[in-house]
Nanobody, 128 residues
């Protein structure tokens, strides 16, 4: 069993930065493929970024490329999402998720049903 706890959300002005953290327990993040998703009010949950466990490939949705960076600290068993140049449309609840198998992750990283474990979410609000 894997437990995930997100932190780091908050209120920030457009153009600002936040760093989200996802602390894992029950298994080391170096053996997990991890993803960040977000859900805005009235919208479906959408993929944001992901990192594979094996060769540390990273993946991003087009709208956050060049602004967001996903990374992993194995010593702290934590995955991060550094968010820069934030925009009001980035406002959402952000969720961390873990895929314990990573099977063909290169083709499944954006599919939420592929992830077995989820955190409780952290709110990010970007004001204009």
């Amino acid at each position: 069993q894997v437990q995930l706890v997100e932190s780091g959300g908050g209120l920030v002005q457009a153009g600002g930065s936040l760093r989200l953290s996802c602390a894992a327990s029950g298994r080391t993040v170096s053996t997990l493929s991890m993803g960040w998703f977000r859900q805005a009010p009235g919208k479906d949950r959408e993929f944001v970024a992901a990192i594979a466990w094996s060769i540390t490939n990273t993946y991003y949705r087009n709208s956050v490329k060049g602004r967001f960076t996903i990374s992993r600290d194995n010593a702290k068993n934590t995955v991060y999402l550094q968010m820069d140049s934030l925009k009001p449309e980035d406002t959402a609840v952000y969720y961390c998720a873990a895929d314990p198998t990573g099977w063909q992750f290169f083709s499944t990283f954006a599919v939420s049903s592929n992830y077995d474990y989820w955190g409780q979410g952290t709110q990010v609000t970007v004001s204009s």
